[in-house]
């Protein structure tokens, strides 16, 4: 089957799938948190800067940590958020700030209140156990140290060239160094209702989620966002 470049989708159809998934709102509100790149300010520009022409119809808010708490009222500020957007980045740096500021807490609150957490990368890793991650150097090291709300491990850029993601995170499931879990490759999310994986979605035709356990790896069905191919 052939493929033209204006089937493929990007990163914010996955974050409007997301947001499909909060409770009906005319405008949600979305808080978007870069701890994980220590807040830079680059980061925050550019996200505002792609809510601004993308997705207009958002209340979006950022959280930084970063030289203090930008609100002042951090559970609140969290709890009235339909969707929280975790950056990318070091995944241990992460949840170390996270910690000494309780939001560990706090965002299990959220969880438990139905707001739609999310993330990529560091921002997907740290809702579970652990996974592979470069956070130490850029040898990929086990870290196990999540927030583990989901009761996996987790392995992100499943199809990762530069380094090798994908059999690091098998080798470390299959030697018992992480727990069972989910993989994704770049550009599919992983959609979970409490701890049960409802669902994994895709913005690129073909890419895959997988759950990996000492067995070995077995693919997930993965939904594409975009329009089905039809034959010819």
């Given at each position: 089957?052939?493929?033209?470049?204006?089937?493929?989708?990007?990163?914010?159809?996955?974050?409007?799938?997301?947001?499909?998934?909060?409770?009906?709102?005319?405008?949600?509100?979305?808080?978007?948190?870069?701890?994980?790149?220590?807040?830079?300010?680059?980061?925050?520009?550019?996200?505002?800067?792609?809510?601004?022409?993308?997705?207009?119809?958002?209340?979006?808010?950022?959280?930084?940590?970063?030289?203090?708490?930008?609100?002042?009222?951090?559970?609140?500020?969290?709890?009235?958020?339909?969707?929280?957007?975790?950056?990318g980045g070091s995944v241990?740096?992460?949840?170390?700030?996270?910690?000494?500021?309780?939001?560990?807490?706090?965002?299990?609150?959220?969880?438990?209140?139905?707001?739609?957490?999310?993330g990529v990368s560091a921002?997907?890793?740290?809702?579970?156990?652990?996974?592979?991650?470069?956070?130490?150097?850029?040898?990929?090291?086990?870290?196990?140290?999540?927030?583990?709300?989901?009761p996996f491990s987790n392995?992100?850029?499943?199809?990762?060239?530069?380094?090798?993601?994908?059999?690091?995170?098998?080798?470390?499931?299959?030697?018992?160094?992480?727990?069972?879990?989910?993989?994704?490759?770049?550009?599919?999310?992983?959609?979970?209702?409490?701890?049960?994986?409802?669902?994994?979605?895709?913005?690129?035709?073909?890419?895959?989620?997988?759950?990996?356990?000492?067995?070995?790896?077995?693919?997930?069905?993965?939904?594409?966002?975009?329009?089905?191919?039809?034959?010819?």
């Amino acid at each position: 089957m052939l493929r033209t470049e204006e089937d493929e989708l990007g990163n914010v159809h996955l974050l409007e799938h997301a947001l499909s998934l909060t409770s009906p709102r005319s405008r949600p509100r979305v808080c978007y948190l870069p701890t994980a790149l220590g807040d830079a300010a680059a980061a925050v520009t550019a996200q505002r800067e792609r809510f601004a022409t993308e997705l207009p119809e958002v209340d979006l808010s950022v959280l930084t940590l970063f030289p203090q708490p930008s609100v002042p009222d951090l559970r609140g500020h969290l709890l009235s958020q339909d969707l929280l957007l975790v950056e990318g980045g070091s995944v241990v740096n992460l949840m170390a700030v996270w910690r000494a500021h309780r939001l560990d807490a706090v965002l299990r609150e959220c969880w438990e209140a139905g707001v739609v957490l999310s993330g990529v990368s560091a921002g997907s890793l740290c809702w579970h156990l652990g996974g592979p991650t470069d956070s130490f150097r850029d040898a990929l090291d086990p870290f196990t140290d999540g927030l583990g709300l989901l009761p996996f491990s987790n392995g992100v850029h499943d199809d990762f060239d530069d380094q090798p993601r994908r059999t690091t995170y098998r080798r470390l499931v299959a030697d018992g160094t992480l727990p069972p879990g989910y993989a994704s490759e770049d550009g599919v999310g992983l959609h979970y209702v409490g701890t049960e994986l409802r669902e994994a979605v895709s913005v690129r035709r073909g890419a895959q989620a997988w759950w990996v356990d000492r067995d070995g790896a077995r693919p997930v069905p993965t939904r594409y966002l975009g329009p089905a191919e039809t034959a010819g």
